[in-house]
């Protein structure tokens, strides 16, 4: 009999599964289908299960983990005080825990901020604001505010300690459903973002699915442990740091091309790599995610155009009919394309993707002028020196020119200011396996590892 | 918690960092709550830190004379972002050359600076006017 776990992974547009013989770290198979959340989550998981190819005598499935971004992923806004500090931080932290992050909001909350939040119908309020023993009458103000007018979402605290006691008083006094955690920037310009992540997880776990249409996946699991970019975010930092057995494989980029964002994912201190640079701004978290809703192949691709204009499109040559290919992506988002012309339109919007979202990731080096000479600031991580540029999602998974699209990412000469990687290794997550690895690893870190490293790594 | 908290740091394009760590040191010791934003500061970047620590006071420092440029507007910058009794002090090599301190003194008074140090003037003095004005017995 061989021990096997089954991963699923309830996206927005496919639910897919891994099936993992644990004992031998090796994936058995794999299968997906479109996830119906409108009717019944499950039968398209019934289609996909159907489709998996394992021997039913042999193979006994001991555990079935899932993670969702299913039903509009996990919406979330955050509120904090100071636009580059504890509104930074709030985000920071909100889309590391794998949320959409809809909005961030500034100092204290107006009457119209309050309804315009009431509107969008989040998941999860995230408030911040202050540091430790620092400011404390705004965050006060922002609870009243939303404990008189926005009573049915769950709130996370993540602010100045120093208020949390009125905070408490306010949130009972009006029934809201809260949690306090430690503050996301307990002091100026220090960033503690595993905490909250923790908490939107567990949130996430008690109180979303249900709202989702999810119940029915998530009395036939185990548990639907996280939402999906939190899985990848888990799985690419098991690869990068390694487990308390094994060795991981160094600092790594992780980019998530889909059709309505481009996520990347860096796995890295990013501290600066030469001499004689001072370090600005907030901290960055070692694993640091940032989404691009404006970058997408489908969903997006007029938002995609819109950000890179049509003289980039000219560099991967594409010169004709470029509002028209990118508008028809936008009208029909399950369009697969067939014909080499419609793959190389593809390949170059994905080309298009890659460079934009890496450079707004990455760090970048600004040189002031001194009566001391030249001086260097650094602001956000150094990533030149990173080890590997693993690339995940469906245009990357299916291309045939995977490590094309990939180099886009890699540093330039014609921008040096701008802190991407020099010379990875450039790997693709071929069989789309690093959410499921993400979930395995809250389990078998180990396995989880060794998998990655068999199929991702060493291919 | 207390304890009266003090963002500083220096401003403008100057990598003078030793002073820094001077005050910084002296300020703990008096047992001030010390927030040291470092060097090539801006004004926003003090404010922020103002708000976000609800500090009592900024101290600025420069010491390569081009203050006064560097901190033109910065008490109006203060009120905008409601920091309205924030203390200003500087110190350091503020203005180039000799000057006479009473008219140095003016400008910075005018630029909105609650007190003004010119070379020379040992830390302890700066902390019992923080003292002094931040009602500390």
Excluded: W
Excluded at chain 1, 191 to 207: G, L, P, S, T, Y
Excluded at chain 2, 64 to 78: P, S, V
Aim: with cysteine.
């Amino acid at each position: 009999m061989i021990e096997a776990y089954l991963l699923i992974d309830f996206g927005s547009t496919y639910t897919k599964l891994t099936l993992v013989d644990i004992n031998n770290a090796t994936i058995i198979a794999t299968s997906k289908a479109i996830t119906t959340v409108e009717t019944n989550i499950m039968d398209g998981f019934d289609e996909a299960f159907k489709k998996m190819n394992y021997d039913h005598q042999q193979i006994k499935i001991s555990k079935k983990l899932a993670c969702s971004s299913a039903a509009g992923g996990l919406k979330m806004v955050t509120i904090g005080l100071v636009p580059e500090l504890t509104v930074e931080a709030g985000k920071r932290a909100a889309l590391g825990a794998g949320a959409r992050v809809l909005k961030s909001y500034s100092y204290e909350l107006s009457n119209a901020e309050i309804t315009e939040i009431k509107a969008m119908k989040v998941d999860i309020i995230l408030l911040s604001g202050g540091t430790d023993g620092g400011n404390k009458a705004i965050i006060i103000e922002n609870a009243r505010k939303i404990a008189k007018n926005l009573t049915n979402i769950p709130i996370i605290v993540a602010g100045n300690k120093c208020a949390y006691d009125e905070i408490e008083t306010i949130f009972t006094e009006y029934n809201i459903s809260y949690i306090l955690t430690e503050n996301v920037m307990p002091k100026l310009n220090q960033i503690e973002v595993v905490a909250v992540r923790e908490q939107i997880r567990k949130v996430f776990m008690d109180n979303i699915i249900k709202s989702k249409g999810m119940d029915k996946a998530e009395s036939f699991t185990d548990g639907i442990l996280m939402p999906t970019p939190a899985a990848v975010l888990k799985a690419s930092e098991i690869l990068a740091k390694g487990t308390s057995k094994a060795d991981g494989f160094g600092d790594l980029i992780v980019v998530d091309i889909g059709g309505a964002t481009t996520d990347v994912h860096s796995l890295a201190a990013g501290f600066p790599t030469k001499a004689g640079i001072n370090l600005k701004g907030l901290q960055e978290p070692f694993a640091k995610r940032t989404v691009e809703g404006d970058l997408g192949m489908r969903y997006s691709a007029l938002a995609l155009l819109e950000a890179s204009g049509e003289k980039n499109f000219y560099d991967y040559g594409i010169k004709e009919n470029i509002y028209a290919k990118c508008d028809f992506r936008h009208q029909v988002v399950d369009f697969v394309a067939t014909t080499s012309e419609e793959i190389k339109f593809d390949e170059a919007m994905a080309k298009v993707a890659t460079k934009l979202a890496i450079n707004r990731h990455v760090g970048m080096v600004e040189v002031a002028y001194t009566p001391l000479g030249e001086v260097f600031n650094q602001y956000g991580k150094d990533l030149l020196e990173v080890k590997y540029l693993i690339g995940t999602g469906g245009i990357l998974v299916n291309s045939e020119n995977p490590f094309d699209i990939l180099k886009e990412g890699l540093f330039s000469k014609q921008e040096p200011t701008l802190l991407k990687p020099i010379a990875p290794e450039i790997k693709v997550d071929n069989m789309y396996i690093l959410s499921a690895m993400g979930l395995l690893a809250f389990d078998l870190p180990d396995c989880a590892l060794k998998i990655m490293k068999k199929y991702i790594i060493d291919k | 918690m207390n304890a009266k908290t003090v963002v500083i740091g220096v401003i403008g394009a100057d990598v003078h960092a030793v002073g820094n760590k001077v005050i910084d040191y002296a300020l703990k010791n008096a047992g001030f709550n010390v927030v040291n934003i470092g060097v090539l500061s801006s004004q926003e970047d003090f404010i922020n830190a103002a708000v976000e620590t609800n500090a009592d006071c900024i101290m600025v420092s420069s010491l390569y004379g081009h203050a006064e440029l560097d901190c033109q507007g910065f008490r109006e910058k203060c009120n905008e972002a409601g920091l309205n009794d924030i203390l200003l002090y500087i110190g350091g090599n503020i203005v180039v050359g000799k000057q006479e301190n009473a008219e140095v003194l003016e400008r910075f008074s005018k630029l909105g600076f609650n007190r003004v140090y010119p070379p020379g003037v040992n830390i302890e003095a700066g902390i019992e006017d923080l003292k002094n004005d931040l009602n500390i017995k």
